[in-house]
Nanobody, 125 residues
Framework: QVQLVESGGGLVQAGGSLRLSCAAS????????MAWFRQAPGKEREFVAVTSWSGDLSYYLDSVRGRFTISKDNTQNTVYLQMSSLKPEDTAVYYC??????????????????WGKGTLVTVSS
């Protein structure tokens, strides 16, 4: 059984930083891209960042590029999202997801096979 468990969310002031982690069980990292999505209150879930299974390719939502960094540690079966210069509009539940394939440019929800339950990030102004 594959499980994705996110952690690291919390309350932070605008301009602050947080690092989200996603621990994967099972052989989920094998040949799969890993991604972060987020869902703000009253809005649809949106793509935030994705890294290929090799870790060589990463893509970001325009509004987070330069502030967020996605990375993965295959030895620990963990993917991270380092978030800096946080803004109130970054407030959302952040979800980790495992893709069906090895790499994506800007994946859609339907490109993901597995999802975590999410971790809440709240950025105060």
């Amino acid at each position: 059984q594959v499980q994705l468990v996110e952690s690291g969310g919390g309350l932070v002031q605008a301009g602050g930083s947080l690092r989200l982690s996603c621990a994967a069980s099972g052989r989920i990292f094998s040949s799969r891209a890993m991604a972060w999505f987020r869902q703000a209150p009253g809005k649809e879930r949106e793509f935030v960042a994705v890294t290929s299974w090799s870790g060589d390719l990463s893509y970001y939502l325009d509004s987070v590029r330069g502030r967020f960094t996605i990375s993965k540690d295959n030895t620990q079966n963990t993917v991270y999202l380092q978030m800096s210069s946080l803004k109130p509009e970054d407030t959302a539940v952040y979800y980790c997801a495992a893709g069906r394939g090895p790499a994506y440019g800007y994946p859609s929800l339907s490109d993901m096979d597995y999802w975590g339950k999410g971790t809440l990030v709240t950025v105060s102004s």
